[in-house]
């Protein structure tokens, strides 16, 4: 759950910065592609997965 909602706060802070192209890294797959998929993540965190596709629409060039 840490590392989703740290990927949130990475998305939110380069949107925020205007950035038109940005990547996350981090130590867990399942997360990752969770967040590039385009279908609804039903998990615990399921939240924050959406919270970050939601902002990848934002961002342009994405």
């Known amino acids: ?3 989703a909602y ?3 706060q990475a998305v939110k802070l380069g949107s925020s910065m205007g ?3 940005m990547g996350v890294v981090g130590d867990l797959k399942t997360i990752i592609k969770r967040c590039q ?3 609804i ?3 615990v965190i399921g939240a924050i ?3 970050i596709q ?3 629409k934002q961002i342009p060039g994405d």
């Open 1 to 3: 759950m840490i590392e």
């Open 6 to 8: 740290a990927g949130l």
């Open 19 to 21: 950035l038109n192209k």
């Open 37 to 39: 998929s385009t279908s």
């Open 41 to 43: 993540d039903k998990s």
């Open 49 to 51: 997965i959406r919270d």
């Open 54 to 56: 939601n902002k990848k």
